[in-house]
């Protein structure tokens, strides 16, 4: 037994050495490499930075929580086999994504959406914890998806916003796939630098084992079972590092050393939690990308993706519910959030959306045959700010979907009568087609059949009334 453990410590120091490329555990390529001369060492920054082995405190939890009554379980992070003091790199086959294309805070980046909660507490704050509810939300085209902790300061304007995030991300131009994966990511200059997991110089990881990009199982599944993966950040207060853990057990991964930071050096003035996705709008149109489950915060547990416990850590190094959050939601018609609070979940939400297809979800005309979106603000995205329509058709026939457009503002929740006459002129020439029943969500209940133009004029009408 020993002597074959020795023999076991000996190959894997060889394959260290010899820069031997070995398996994570989901089957990804990784390199151990010598936690002293891991890419964090190559920043100036930390030319004279002393390697922290582990922090010197865990915050403290004040509450406990009490038995979950909705069940749920705890998702894993892809683990190497790498050697005690070394750590595990990800081999990335593409490295076009270095710079991170990621996030925001005080200014929201123009094609990113979020569906946020924000706390700015009185006092500063050293640190944020999360259960995150783990899915695997589908991507259009070269987008992302993300379920993430933010932890900041500066200012966006001045270029010294500084932060420090972490969750996980379905990022299929970066990791050649729809996995959801644990990522970091870091900036000190309100983005003009910035990079995920160990691509760049920062982040110092001491886990001989947890991959850092590595994948996250098993995924969720829809009225299914659940999974969650928990994070913790905080700032040793010794050391003046930011340091990262894992798991219910809180096992250590590494930590953002404090030399890299200005505005975050001594401590964060607000911290954020949720959900962030890429809008490209290609094809004239709002992104068909998935936050979340996909579904929005209505549907609920099993459903609906959700973020519980939420806590932030004090200067006592205590965690401490959150309470006097605001809720940040750029596109509520394709994206949601909904807060709440239980004895069990603490401070909690519900988050996410389908994209494109709220409008769907919201005002829908069914059929078997036919199904036709009315959405007012999950559309097209003309500029920055701008969005065209305030109202759009789009009818599916067997064929697929045609997008029919017609103009309109943003600002109007309500399609003018303009508008309207333009959507029902576009949906005239199918209303006439003799196309089986139709259901409005209206009349569902009453389970009247009408067809799309009727149940169309229908709608307007309940609308004005
Ligand atoms: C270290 O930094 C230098 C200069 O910034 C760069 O050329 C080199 O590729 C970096 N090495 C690693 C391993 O990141
Ligand atoms: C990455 O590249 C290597 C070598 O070119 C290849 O064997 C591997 O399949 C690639 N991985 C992915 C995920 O494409
Ligand atoms: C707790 O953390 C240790 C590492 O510190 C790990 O080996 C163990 O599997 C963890 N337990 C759970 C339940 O995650
Ligand atoms: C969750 O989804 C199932 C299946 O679609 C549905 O029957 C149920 O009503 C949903 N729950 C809520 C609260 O909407
Ligand atoms: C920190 O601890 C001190 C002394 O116990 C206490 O007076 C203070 O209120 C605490 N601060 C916070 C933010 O809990």
Same mark, same amino acid.
């Given at each position: 037994m020993y002597l074959a453990r020795i023999l076991r410590v000996i190959i894997l120091f060889e394959l260290v050495r010899l820069g031997v490329t070995i398996k994570a555990s989901d089957g990804d390529d990784v390199q151990c490499v010598d936690s002293i001369i891991q890419p964090a060492f190559n920043n100036t920054l930390l030319k004279n930075h002393r390697f922290q082995e582990s922090p010197s405190e865990i915050p403290r939890t004040?509450?406990?929580?009490? !038995?979950?009554?909705?069940?749920?379980?705890?998702?894993?992070?892809?683990?190497?086999?790498?050697?005690?003091?070394?750590?595990?790199?990800?081999?990335?086959?593409?490295?076009?994504?270095?710079?991170?294309?990621?996030?925001?805070?005080?200014?929201h980046a123009p094609v990113h959406e979020y569906a946020v909660i924000r706390e700015t507490p009185r006092d500063y704050l050293y640190g944020a914890k999360a259960t995150i509810n783990v899915w695997d939300p589908e991507i259009e085209g070269d987008e992302m998806s993300i379920a993430q902790m933010w932890i900041a300061a500066g200012k966006y304007e001045t270029g010294n916003l500084n932060t420090i995030e972490v969750g996980c991300q379905v @990022?299929?131009?970066?990791? @050649?796939?729809n996995k959801p994966r644990l990522f970091v990511f870091w900036t000190s200059d309100s983005y003009k630098h910035g990079c995920y997991n160990l691509k760049c110089s920062g982040f110092i990881q001491t886990s001989s084992s947890i991959v850092i990009g590595g994948s996250i199982t098993p995924v969720s599944s829809f009225g299914g079972s659940q999974y969650e993966i928990t994070i913790l950040v905080w700032r040793d207060r010794i050391s003046g590092n930011w340091w990262l853990s894992l798991g219910s057990n809180s096992s250590v991964i590494g930590y953002w050393p404090g030399e890299l930071f200005t505005t975050?050096?001594?401590?964060?003035?607000?911290?954020?939690?949720?959900?962030?996705?890429?809008?490209?709008?290609?094809?004239?149109?709002?992104?068909?990308?998935?936050?979340?489950?996909?579904?929005?915060?209505?549907?609920?547990?099993?459903?609906?993706?959700?973020?519980?416990?939420?806590?932030?850590?004090?200067?006592?190094?205590?965690?401490?519910?959150?309470?006097?959050?605001?809720?940040?939601?750029?596109?509520?018609?394709?994206?949601?959030?909904?807060?709440?609070?239980?004895?069990?979940?603490?401070?909690?939400?519900?988050?996410?959306?389908?994209?494109?297809?709220?409008?769907?979800?919201?005002?829908?005309?069914?059929? !078997?045959?036919?199904?036709?979106?009315?959405?007012?603000?999950?559309?097209?995205?003309?500029?920055?700010?701008?969005?065209?329509?305030?109202?759009?058709?789009a009818v599916a026939g067997p064929s697929g979907f045609t997008d029919l457009k017609c103009g309109g503002t943003?600002?109007? !929740?309500?399609?003018?009568?303009?508008?309207?006459?333009?959507?029902?002129? @576009? @949906?005239?020439?199918?209303?006439?087609?003799?196309?089986?029943?139709?259901?409005?969500?209206?009349? !569902?209940?009453?389970?009247?059949?009408?067809?799309?133009f009727v149940a169309l004029q229908a709608f307007f009408d309940q609308e004005e009334s």
């Open positions: 004040v509450e406990t929580g009490k !038995r979950n009554n909705l069940q749920s379980w705890e998702a894993q992070v892809s683990t190497a086999n790498c050697p005690a003091g070394t750590v595990p790199i990800r081999i990335y086959n593409d490295s076009r994504l270095n710079v991170g294309t990621a996030s925001h805070t005080a200014t @990022l299929p131009r970066m990791y @050649l796939d975050l050096a001594d401590h964060a003035v607000v911290a954020e939690w949720g959900g962030e996705i890429l809008n490209s709008a290609s094809h004239g149109q709002h992104t068909k990308t998935q936050m979340g489950s996909g579904h929005f915060p209505a549907e609920g547990f099993r459903n609906s993706s959700y973020f519980r416990n939420i806590e932030m850590v004090d200067k006592n190094n205590s965690l401490q519910t959150v309470q006097d959050y605001e809720k940040l939601v750029t596109q509520p018609e394709c994206y949601d959030i909904k807060t709440a609070y239980t004895d069990e979940w603490k401070s909690h939400f519900y988050y996410g959306g389908p994209g494109f297809r709220s409008g769907a979800v919201t005002r829908v005309v069914d059929t !078997r045959l036919w199904r036709i979106n009315l959405d007012y603000h999950c559309l097209s995205r003309i500029t920055d700010n701008e969005y065209d329509g305030a109202g759009m058709a943003t600002e109007q !929740r309500r399609l003018n009568r303009k508008n309207r006459r333009c959507l029902m002129e @576009l @949906l005239e020439p199918f209303g006439r087609r003799s196309v089986g029943d139709v259901k409005t969500k209206s009349n !569902r209940d009453a389970n009247q059949d009408q067809n799309p």
